[in-house]
């Protein structure tokens, strides 16, 4: 497919004289976005940040980059402005703006200002527009365009600065409930709870935080042969034995961003990419398999990163509301005290695995792009030490992820299950009321 | 030209001499390895098979051990090799040695791992037998322990060796850190105890009750020494062996006085230290949590030893807290609040990662007086040892530290060491791998020096005694290697030679006096270890020295003890030897070495002391027993010092039904009722409860009868922190007394509402009935805002808010804590002094002019508690307040400043405060980089990594107009103090003693009571609700403090009066029960404890 540049630009370079168009073809290449949403995703990795504030990391500059590369075909595209909460009308482009450019542009500046390192983010964006001035970018083209990212940029900013993300960061800790119930901290690290308030966070396109809750998690009930102990068993025995496919699923979905490894005195961290960065490499393999263009390739990420974001504001409220204390709290307490689950276990209540819901609601939304007849080769965490796995569709994949959390340790059946409703309900959610396509 | 490069010259050749003479004059002056012939070096190489990720002590580095090997009066020196051969040195004189390692035979495994070394008698032929631990059976280790006999000299006078570990039972195989022989069942020869380390290095802390359970490898040995062999008796010994015992540090001594030697073993990570006193029957009883309060965390090396020649032996243990800011802000910390919980919940003690110095205070009980005495951090420190390296007659310090790899750098765990995949850490590593270990910050310090200032506290003498070289240094001994009479310092280095200190004291101060003393001892123990000598001085100081070579970290001292007697030329002189022989002798001369022969000891003739008799006797517990709620205020303000929701329980006392008889009140926490104990004759009380208002945090209360009926009628003020506004929760409330039942009356008194911390009344107006003063502690949400106090005017009965007083006062009183009136001025007027947090003692004056605030010049402190009493007996009155004491990191004097900057400084609605410590100009963080991260987000993207924070100055990591807006508080002084009236009606400060700073002062009990005409001060306290950086201020036991004229108030050690108290006291009251002087001390989350009082 080939994509419609404004013309334009090209028009007036070809004007001047001896133009060198070279840096057109840089900046029609979807590779070049795929390119800056890998660094993205670096640099996520690197500053470490928790599953749900990276679902927040990777939405808001898919959805500036959107709002830019939507005018590419504004025949085509529709506005995410009012259809995600409190989004009012983004700017629109002046002749000489390079669209592409200037949705890169806008990608790069709102993530700078949501990650830690801004000299990752500027020397990378340094270093890509010197190449493109180097390929015959026109100066009056790159400052037109980049102001224009720089506008819808701040226009999205500004939105962001609304979501109740800064005021969440103060809000009270949780305070550890004694009884066997409810969560408590984890080995090796027992660190604190990640993010108890983030239902606080404003919803994109669901209602509320709880606008689809799962049903209840079972009753919590020790005794031997109740659902609820049968399920902790289940976890206990499973993990016990393993086989190597099961090992190598769990160990795939892993996405865990942050795992301690203590040694004595010596500690270490393995980092990885989060369950959403995992979802935005099969993101990144799929708009590759299906030729994307720049824009497209823009919008599914777009789409699929907003997804993402709402599942784990509506799984976060259940994990918070219910509070389920994690199956090796209650295997080292009542079965095995030397018992480790293969992954570590994240320190966050149980009921239901985020993996399990936002897996699912990315799926939903790639299905709706992508089709469901969509085999591919996951190679997003081979860069992580971990193999590659095929999938015959998305819903297979998120399917895979949702059971790694069982053979892994670190969830029972029920917040597998009710997790993976929970994800279909907000992925149908969204690809009904989210339009990108006029 | 010529002129000035020959004056250069000059310049140069001066310096150059100038140099010389000044590394000469140092205390000690470090010998160079051709000087010395000792060449040894630890070398440290890691492989793929062993290296510090697979082995968690791989930097732990070997000891030292100092013994005459060959009889001929001069010590000798063996060093331990991790990996290599160990070394033996012979000392030839004139501190120049010989190596003769090749005694030890040939040792040519592939892999070994020795770690420490204990030089005794083993076998009782009288010849110094060597020990040396290794580990066993550990990855590709395969290893045991190994016994040296010391079968006696050739012919060139050279020790001969034989390795006879199996032949007396000790080829121990396990994680061995080191031996100790010592005579623990007193049968006059020497058994040993085995420290073993666990190389459990998952970061889970399991529940403590596996403690129990015995480890093969990892756990301790009790060994019986039964004539031919060893016999392991571990098992019903009482002594902990499981793979929670970290053991990295060992230390004996008799610390309870009872003649029975007992252990101290000092555990890294979350495992408690273990304190075994020996019970006397051939087993031991751990007993660290009955008398030490807060241990080090991290515990290392250790040394037991008499700081201040009372004669108790106190104790230090080492831990690797950084001394330098940058490197304590870019290293990981204590735990989080939450995490430090758990640990206790599972059955750990309290421990805080610093070194800590037990201070022994007589009756088992000791104060951990390591922050005021200046010696808490050193770094990654192995050794520590307390001798008298100066000659003065007090125990100094070395501490050895340093390691090849600082593995809690946080930007190493969070941001490099990500690069060594979880796969290969789970698996094998490659030589290639090893790398990344080498990206580890090195912390390659110079030793510390410490010089004992004689006052409890340390000096830290360094570079003035010449300790400036960096090293890795690990085992330590002080010897006198060249019988001059003062200790040099011998060091295991790795990686570099080992360090010989020579100590210069004789020859540089001649007149510093000193006597050694070697020992003759019973046929099984020939050097006498177990030895405890007491020598008296003529200035009738008390030094006492043991003689238990194994201390400070794997190594050996010699098996002598040195006395510095400071310009004294002599001593009487008690041995008492380990099955209580005792021999005496006066008059001993200084400046020699004498021999103390067993043979000469007779059985100890018990002196018929007088029984003594302590004015405080027999304790009981009344009954009410506060009990604190579990509301945790650093979940919601998180970088708050500490929480003010445990200030309670109100106390009040009074007769209330007036039948003669004191009766009480103590008020509940949240979720418990307040209750009266009303006095029945014979101790016996009629309890009734104040059912219906259990919400309220009941934290000052008042028996005054407002409405002069003639009843005491009740004022309850309630805090808590936890209720903002109007909450009706923190409503003051006033009880009517209807024949000894009290019934809440909200008509009798005005609505306000408050975070109350006192109520203290007093006829103010001189109308002829009470008034309230009523104080506000804080803003709840706010810490740091000013809250409101008020003025209450006693009008016909009804308290109504004094809106005059109020308005002018209210709101410049601070973080009110407590407040009393009193005649400060002398007129008939009464005046108010008020306590308050983070700010000044107060005196509200009133003269015929009105009302007006003085506040004390230079006072602004962290007070909690003020009493007023004439000391100086010259007819004005003086103030005393408890402060928050110098034994903490937040203490200040001398010109440092304590800073509290609060200020909503992100502009999200919450208020944030920010505490510095300014020291030499720079303003240091007291917060780490994380918690302030949580409360302040934009500094994670500002400071990426930790190292570029703790570089940043303050005014860089905030902004700078919001650090100027700030409301600004600044501490100078935190000690509690005195401040003596003058003549002119100023007031001089003079602090309390030393002793009274250990530990933050909460109540004050002013009484004469030794009857000699002038108020005596008896003060208390303790505070375990501060920011776990902080740690547990646990170091008081009551003080007191009798008036010895000339404004001074002499400390009075407990051991005489025999007041010991435990906990967190807020009230000390003296009271009649049962017709007899009693104290009732009233404190949080406790019971109430009453001793009866009187001689």
């Given at each position: ?24 073809k840089?900046?029609?290449d ?8 890998k ?7 690197y500053d ?15 959805i ?7 005018h590419?075909?504004p ?5 995410l ?21 200037a ?13 830690f ?6 020397n990378?964006?340094?270093a ?12 009056s083209?790159?400052?037109e365009s ?9 226009h ?22 004694s ?23 404003r ?10 809750p799962?049903i209840?998690?079972?009753p ?6 109740s659902?609820?102990?049968?399920q ?15 090992t ?22 393995t ?17 590759r398999q ?13 789409r ?6 709402d ?30 689950p ?9 009921y ?5 819901v ?5 799926a939903v ?9 969509f085999?591919?080769?996951d190679?997003?965490e ?7 796995r095929k999938?015959?569709?998305?819903m297979?994949?998120?399917?895979e992820?949702a ?5 892994g340790g ?12 929970q ?6 959610h ?8 006029r | 030209?010529?002129?000035?490069i020959?004056?250069?010259w000059m310049f140069?050749?001066?310096?150059g001499?100038l ?6 004059d ?17 070398e ?8 510090i ?19 001929d ?6 060093f331990?090799?991790?990996q290599g ?11 120049k040695?010989?190596?003769i390692?090749?005694v ?9 791992w ?11 032929d ?18 045991e ?28 195989v396990?994680f061995g ?5 010592f005579?623990y ?30 480890h093969?490898?990892?756990g301790?040995?009790?060994?019986r ?13 009482g002594?902990?062996?499981s793979?929670l ?26 495992e ?11 087993t031991?009883?751990e007993s ?7 241990t ?12 201040n ?21 870019s290293s ?12 206790l ?21 000791f ?22 390296f ?5 125990n ?18 969070n ?7 979880q796969?290969r ?9 090893l ?7 090195v912390v390659e310090v ?32 002080y ?11 011998v060091t ?16 540089r ?14 046929p ?28 400070g ?13 400071d310009s ?7 041995v ?5 022989r ?9 400046d ?12 100890d ?6 029984a ?8 009981w ?6 009990k ?19 200030e ?13 008889l ?6 509940g ?14 101790k016996?009380?009629e309890?009734k ?13 008042v ?8 009843d ?21 409330r006033?009880?009517q ?45 706010k810490y740091?805002?000013?809250?409101e ?10 308290f109504q808010k ?7 006062f209210?709101k ?23 306590a ?6 107060k ?7 009105g ?7 230079g ?7 003020v ?7 010259d ?22 400043i ?6 909503d400084?992100d502009?999200?609605?919450?208020v944030e405060?920010i505490m ?22 934009f500094?994670?993207k500002k ?18 107009e ?10 100078r ?16 400060r003079?602090?309390l003693a ?27 306290g303790?505070?375990?609700r ?38 967190e ?31």
């Amino acid at each position: 497919m080939m994509k419609k540049l404004s013309l334009l630009p090209i028009l007036l370079v070809c004007l001047s004289c001896e133009p060198d168009l070279r840096y057109q073809k840089i900046l029609a290449d979807p590779e070049t976005y795929q390119s800056a949403m890998k660094r993205l995703t670096d640099i996520i990795v690197y500053d470490i940040f928790s599953p749900p504030v990276a679902s927040r990391v990777y939405v808001y500059p898919n959805i500036a980059a959107y709002e830019v590369a939507r005018h590419s075909s504004p025949e085509k595209y529709a506005s995410l402005s009012g259809q995600l909460a409190d989004l009012t009308e983004t700017p629109t482009p002046g002749d000489l703006v390079d669209i592409n450019l200037a949705s890169l542009h806008a990608f790069l500046t709102v993530g700078k200002a949501l990650i830690f390192s801004e000299e990752k983010i500027d020397n990378y964006a340094n270093a890509f527009y010197q190449k493109l001035t180097d390929h015959g970018l026109p100066s009056s083209v790159k400052s037109e365009s980049l102001a224009f990212g720089e506008q819808v940029a701040s226009h999205i900013l500004k939105w962001t600065d609304g979501d109740m993300y800064k005021q969440t960061r103060t809000y009270p800790k949780y305070t550890v409930r004694s009884e066997q119930a409810y969560w408590k901290p984890t080995p090796p690290d027992y660190m604190e709870g990640i993010e108890p308030h983030w239902r606080e966070i404003r919803t994109l396109v669901l209602d509320s935080a709880e606008q689809y809750p799962p049903i209840p998690p079972l009753p919590f009930d020790m005794t031997s042969g109740s659902t609820f102990h049968t399920q902790l068993m289940e976890v206990y025995d499973i993990g016990k034995s393993l086989d190597q496919e099961q090992t190598e699923i769990a160990e795939f979905w892993d996405c865990n961003p942050y795992v301690s490894h203590h040694r004595g005195h010596a500690m270490f961290a393995t980092k990885k990419i989060t369950p959403g960065g995992h979802w935005m490499g099969i993101t990144a393999i799929a708009t590759r398999q299906a030729e994307s263009s720049f824009d497209e390739t823009v919008e599914a990420y777009a789409r699929t990163s907003i997804a993402l974001f709402d599942a784990f504001i509506s799984c976060w409220d259940e994990k918070w509301k219910s509070l389920m204390v994690r199956p090796e709290t209650l295997i080292n307490e009542h079965l095995d005290e030397d018992w480790l689950p293969l992954l570590q276990t994240p320190p966050f209540p149980e009921y239901t695995s985020g993996h399990s819901v936002i897996s699912r609601a990315a799926a939903v939304t790639l299905t709706d792009i992508f089709g469901d007849d969509f085999s591919f080769n996951d190679t997003t965490e081979v860069e992580y030490g971990l193999t590659e796995r095929k999938f015959n569709s998305f819903m297979h994949a998120s399917e895979e992820a949702a059971i790694s959390r069982l053979y892994g340790g670190i969830h029972y059946m029920m917040a597998i299950e009710n997790g993976v409703d929970q994800g279909q309900k907000v992925g149908e959610h969204i690809v009904r009321n989210l339009k990108t396509r006029r | 030209m010529q002129r000035s490069i020959l004056s250069n010259w000059m310049f140069l050749l001066v310096g150059g001499l100038l140099l010389t003479s000044c590394i000469g004059d140092k205390r000690f002056s470090k010998l160079s390895a051709s000087k010395t012939g000792i060449a040894f070096t630890n070398e440290l190489k890691a492989t793929a098979d062993l290296n510090i990720i697979n082995y968690l002590y791989f930097f732990n580095g070997g000891g030292v051990g100092a013994g005459d090997l060959n009889g001929d009066g001069l010590q000798d020196l063996v060093f331990v090799s991790n990996q290599g051969e160990n070394a033996v040195y012979l000392n030839k004189g004139e501190l120049k040695f010989q190596g003769i390692s090749y005694v030890l035979g040939i040792d040519n495994r592939e892999m070994k791992w020795s770690t420490g070394i204990a030089i005794a008698v083993v076998n009782g032929d009288g010849r110094l037998d060597l020990y040396i631990s290794e580990v066993g059976s550990y990855l590709k280790i395969e290893g045991e322990n190994k016994l040296f006999i010391n079968t006696g000299n050739d012919k060139e006078g050279i020790p001969i060796f034989e390795e006879q570990a199996k032949k007396y039972g000790l080829d121990l195989v396990g994680f061995g850190t080191q031996a100790v022989f010592f005579d623990y069942d007193l049968d006059n020869d020497l058994d040993m105890y085995m420290l073993n380390h666990s190389v459990h290095s998952n970061g889970t802390f399991k529940r403590s009750d596996i403690r129990t359970e015995s480890h093969p490898l990892a756990g301790d040995r009790l060994m019986r020494n039964d004539g031919e062999r060893f016999t392991d008796v571990t098992s019903k010994s009482g002594i902990y062996n499981s793979a929670l015992g970290y053991g990295l540090g060992i230390g004996i001594s008799d610390v309870n006085q009872d003649g029975w030697p007992d252990i101290y073993v000092g555990n890294d990570f979350h495992e408690n230290d273990y304190l075994y006193l020996n019970q006397g029957d051939g087993t031991f009883k751990e007993s660290l949590g009955e008398m030490i309060k807060h241990t080090s965390r991290f515990s290392m090396g250790n040394d037991l030893a008499d700081i201040n020649n009372d004669g108790l032996i106190d104790i230090l243990s080492l831990d690797m807290l950084p001394r330098d800011y940058e490197k304590l802000k870019s290293s990981a910390g204590e735990d989080p609040y939450d995490i430090y919980q758990y640990k206790l919940k599972y059955g750990y003690h309290d421990q805080h990662s610093r070194n800590t110095l037990q201070l022994n205070r007589g009756n088992g009980k000791f104060s951990e007086i390591g922050l005021s005495a200046g010696v808490s951090a050193t770094d990654w420190s192995w050794s520590g040892l307390m001798a008298d390296f100066d000659l003065d007659g007090f125990n100094d310090m070395f501490i050895a530290n340093g390691i090849i790899g600082r593995t809690n750098d946080l930007d190493y765990i969070n941001f490099i060491s990500n690069e060594v995949n979880q796969q290969r850490l789970a698996g094998d590593l490659t030589e290639k791998d090893l790398s990344l270990t080498n990206k580890m910050p090195v912390v390659e310090v110079p030793n510390y020096a410490f010089r004992n200032n004689r006052e409890l506290g340390f000096e830290s003498v360094s570079m003035a005694w010449g300790f400036e070289q960096k090293s890795f240094s690990n085992g330590a001994v002080y010897v006198d290697l060249d019988n001059d009479g003062d200790l040099e310092i011998v060091t295991n280095n790795i990686n570099e030679p080992a360090f010989i200190f020579k100590n210069n004291t004789r020859e540089r101060v001649p007149e510093a006096h000193f006597l050694t003393v070697r020992f003759e001892g019973p046929p099984s123990n020939p050097w006498g270890v177990g030895a405890r000598v007491e020598l008296t001085l003529s200035d009738d100081s008390n030094l006492v020295r043991e003689l238990f070579p194994v201390r400070g970290y794997q190594s050996t001292q010699p098996h002598e003890l040195y006395f510095g007697l400071d310009s004294l030329t002599k001593a009487d002189l008690k041995v008492t030897w380990p099955d209580g022989r005792v021999e005496k002798l006066s008059n001993v001369e200084s400046d020699q070495t004498i021999y103390l022969s067993y043979t000469k000891a007779k059985a100890d003739v018990i002196e018929n002391s007088e029984a003594q008799l302590h004015p405080f006797q027999e304790s009981w517990e009344m009954g009410f027993e506060h009990k604190e709620n579990n509301f945790i205020e650093f979940h919601r303000e998180s970088l708050i010092p500490g929480m003010l929701s445990a200030e309670g329980p109100a106390f009040a006392q009074g007769d209330v039904n007036e039948d003669g008889l004191i009766d009480y009140f103590f008020g509940g926490a949240k979720n418990q009722p307040s209750y009266f104990y009303l006095q029945l004759p014979g101790k016996k009380f009629e309890i009734k409860k104040l059912d219906d208002d259990i919400r309220y945090e009941d934290v000052s209360a008042v028996f005054v009868d407002h409405d002069k009926d003639g009843d005491l009628d009740l004022v309850i003020g309630s805090g808590g922190n936890e209720f903002s506004g109007e909450s009706p929760f923190s409503e003051l409330r006033l009880y009517q007394n209807v024949s000894g039942t009290f019934f809440r009356d909200t008509s009798a008194i005005e609505s306000i509402f408050l975070n109350t911390s006192i109520v203290a009344p007093a006829d103010y107006d001189l109308d002829g009935d009470f008034d309230l003063f009523v104080g506000a502690r804080s803003v709840p949400w706010k810490y740091g805002f000013v809250p409101e106090s008020y003025f209450l005017k006693n009008e016909n009965g009804v308290f109504q808010k004094d809106q005059e007083l109020t308005a002018q006062f209210g709101k410049i009183l601070g973080m009110v804590t407590d407040a009393k009136w009193a005649h400060i001025d002398g007129n008939r007027k009464p005046d108010l002094v008020v306590a308050s947090d983070w700010s000044t003692i107060k005196v509200v004056y009133q003269d015929n002019d009105g009302f007006s605030l003085t506040n004390l010049m230079g006072s602004e402190g962290l007070w909690n508690c003020v009493e007023v009493g004439d000391f100086d007996a010259d007819g004005k009155l003086d103030i005393v307040a408890g402060n928050l004491g110098s034994n903490s990191k937040l203490a200040v004097s001398d010109g440092e400043i304590l800073r509290l900057y609060v200020n909503d400084f992100d502009d999200n609605g919450s208020v944030e405060q920010i505490m510095v410590i300014e020291k030499e100009g720079r303003e240091e963080l007291f917060t780490t980089k994380d918690e302030l991260v949580k409360q302040l987000n934009f500094i994670k993207k500002k400071y990426v990594d930790y190292a570029s924070f703790a570089q940043a100055h303050l005014h860089e990591i905030l902004p700078p107009e919001k650090l100027n807006a700030a409301i600004k508080y600044e501490v100078r002084d935190t000690r509690s103090s005195i401040f003596f009236q003058e003549h002119n009606g100023d007031f001089s400060r003079i602090p309390l003693a030393n002793e009274a700073q250990f530990s933050s002062i909460q109540a004050i009990n002013v009484r004469d009571f030794n009857f000699d005409g002038l108020p005596d001060i008896m003060a208390a306290g303790n505070y375990s609700r501060a920011s776990i950086q902080r740690g547990k201020y646990d170091a008081s036991y009551g003080e007191v403090l009798m008036n010895w004229t000339n404004r001074e108030m002499k400390y009075i050690p407990n051991a005489t009066h025999g007041l010991y108290l435990d906990g967190e006291i807020r009230h000390l009251a003296f009271t009649n029960i049962d017709r007899t002087n009693a104290l009732i001390v009233v404190k949080n989350d406790a019971p109430v404890q009453v001793f009866r009082f009187g001689l």
